[in-house]
């Protein structure tokens, strides 16, 4: 249904690289700072070196001494690519199997209007993936200048179009066009992002179930699952909430039976609540904004941000890296999600598995 691209943006470098002995990574915890992040959520402690929040009393000085003792290399690797290829290739054999049965191939149709770079590359990127897996794709590019009339035309030829089983309008949409109107004139049975108000209501109920789930936030379970990480009655927390990722996100722990704190904003205390935490999925696009004093020993973080910062060393000018400092975190957690290479892969194996499963349904095909 609808798919936004991630802005490249201009930041300072966030630098969380570790001190190089464990007693210089105790130093901070001798003292406290402040430092205000860019986002809304309020002044965070902080020391000066090596940039690393205070831990305060949530858990004891010896805790804290375990996890910097702890080497890096204790830490599992959670491995988005791996897993999204292991997706990719049962999808491959799934949609070889339905053609050989009833001559059936999932269709994927993506509609651009505008001349946006990130959004083109998006698009093309999934046209690829598409075309790996055996799934059709169709792909209507339009002008900027394009009329509303026009896009909701090719939508519902989309709807009536019995090779398509999954829609999906790129976003952002040109600022003159209404971006609710367009988004709900995609059927919810071709609804393959999942953000349909009918698909995320249904999320929200117990005893229903949604016809899709937006693709990121399943990814992130499906990590959890693959790894074989407990969900049940353990405490997560999400950190964000929007529409994309952190609702649906929170919503999905729920569903399988964990207690979900949202920390977002408006939030006071935010590292004291995200350090009570088993379970972190963390999506707000703020570079290395999460410590390593902010988790609990143990506990397995899913990173969803992907935010450009500024280094010169790196040819291309930037790198890229994730709302959780992960040379900190993985101190401290017992898995954790690299940045790149870790949910991102997971995006579009969701959106593939999503398009599969829609023809499976329309075609009643088991």
């Known amino acids: 249904m609808a798919s936004y691209p991630i802005t490249m943006m201009k930041m ?205 936030p399943k990814g992130c379970i499906e990590l959890l699952h693959r790894y074989n990480v407990e969900i049940k009655g353990k405490k997560a927390v999400v950190i964000g909430r929007s529409n994309i990722v952190g609702m649906p996100a929170a919503l999905l722990l729920q569903r399988e039976d964990a207690t979900v704190s949202i920390v977002h904003s408006r939030t006071k205390n935010p590292e004291e609540i995200t350090r009570q935490a088993d379970i972190i999925i963390s999506a707000v696009g703020q570079p290395n904004m999460v410590r390593g004093s902010w988790i609990k020993p143990g506990a397995v973080i899913i990173d969803v941000g992907i935010n450009p910062v500024e280094d010169t060393t790196n040819p291309r000018g930037y790198r890229l890296v994730g709302d959780v400092c992960y040379e900190e975190a993985s101190k401290v957690a017992s898995a954790i999600t690299p940045v790149p290479g870790g949910v991102g892969p997971m995006t579009i194996a969701m959106l593939l598995s999503n398009t599969l499963l829609s023809a499976k349904r329309i075609h009643n095909f088991k």
Do not use: W
């Open 12 to 216: 300072k470098l966030n630098d969380c690289s570790p001190p190089s002995t464990a007693a210089a990574r105790l130093l901070p915890f001798l003292g406290r700072h402040y430092i205000h992040f860019r986002s809304s959520m309020g002044p965070f402690q902080n020391p000066s070196f090596p940039r690393t929040i205070v831990a305060r009393s949530a858990f004891s000085f010896s805790s804290v001494v375990t996890a910097a003792m702890a080497s890096e290399a204790s830490v599992k690797v959670i491995d988005g690519k791996k897993v999204a290829k292991d997706i990719r290739d049962e999808i491959t054999a799934e949609i070889s199997r339905m053609k050989d049965s009833i001559g059936v191939v999932p269709g994927l149709a993506v509609i651009l209007v505008g001349e946006r770079k990130d959004s083109a590359t998006y698009v093309r990127n999934k046209k690829k993936a598409c075309e790996a897996v055996g799934i059709k794709s169709y792909e209507v590019c339009l002008p900027e200048n394009s009329t509303e009339e026009e896009v909701l035309k090719y939508i519902s030829g989309f709807n009536d179009d019995t090779m398509v089983h999954g829609i999906l309008v790129q976003l952002p949409l040109p600022s003159h066009m209404n971006e609710q109107k367009i988004l709900n004139a995609v059927c919810i049975e071709k609804d393959v992002d999942g953000f349909h108000p009918l698909n995320i209501g249904r999320l929200a109920m117990r005893g229903r179930e949604p016809l899709f789930v937006p693709c990121t």
